[in-house]
């Protein structure tokens, strides 16, 4: 079973319902129980850094999320999701993160032209950078839905997969039993459905 962690933050119920097409048992859920007996765990989030891990700290499930990772348990954080996962962010100030996996979230402006939008709003292909088990049924240069104003930076040993949008940004990361996606996976078609598929099938840590 897999808990989809709902801390008032995120596209939940577009989740289970992707989960549940590939045949996924998912539940969401802010009940710690459910969420230490689950198999995995998925962190999703939408809206500012700072107000979500305000609402992850204040429902008790930060750390329960830490832990978990600390045991094994494979997790998977989704679009704000994963940017938590860093040490810190420069969101409208500095703020700290869960502190999995290390690196930092910082602003696209500046970064990429001026002439492309922030957000960055739209389909882009995935571009490989380590081999992993979350990209075993996809191809370099599938696509992806994104949404986002910030990307994970200095995280170079963790990046398993960049897009370019004016310049080369993080898309996906992992570090031992976690990972994380910056692009929505439930949201990018038959591509999202079977990266959540090999998530599904990933195994914990020893």
Same mark, same amino acid.
């Given at each position: 079973m897999i808990a989809i962690i709902d801390y008032g933050v995120g596209n939940l119920f577009s989740l289970k319902s #992707? *989960?549940?097409?590939i045949g996924a048992e998912a539940v969401v859920t802010?009940?710690?129980?459910?969420?230490?007996s689950a198999d995995k765990i998925i962190l999703p989030g939408v809206g500012a850094f700072e107000d979500a891990m305000n609402k992850l700290r204040d429902s008790g499930l930060a750390e329960v999320v830490k832990e978990e990772a600390a045991d094994g348990k494979p997790l998977l954080g989704i679009c704000l999701g994963m940017q938590m996962l860093f040490d810190r962010s420069f969101e409208y100030g500095e703020h700290e993160g869960l502190g999995l996996i290390k690196g930092q979230v910082v602003p696209m402006e500046g970064v990429i032209?001026? #002439? *492309?939008k922030i957000p960055h709003i739209g389909w882009n292909a995935l571009h490989?950078?380590?081999s992993c088990p979350l990209f075993k049924y996809i191809?370099?240069?599938d696509c992806v839905y994104f949404v986002h104003s910030y990307y994970a930076?200095?995280?170079d040993d963790a990046v398993i997969a960049t897009a370019e949008y004016g310049a080369e940004?993080?898309?996906?990361?992992?570090s031992g039993n976690v990972f994380g996606c910056q692009f929505h996976p439930e949201k990018s078609g038959g591509v999202g459905l079977s990266i959540l598929r090999a998530f599904c099938e990933s195994e914990a840590a020893e």
């Open positions: #992707s *989960l549940a097409a802010r009940d710690e129980t459910l969420i230490r032209p001026r #002439s *492309l490989f950078k380590k191809s370099d240069g930076s200095d995280c940004l993080t898309a996906a990361v992992a």
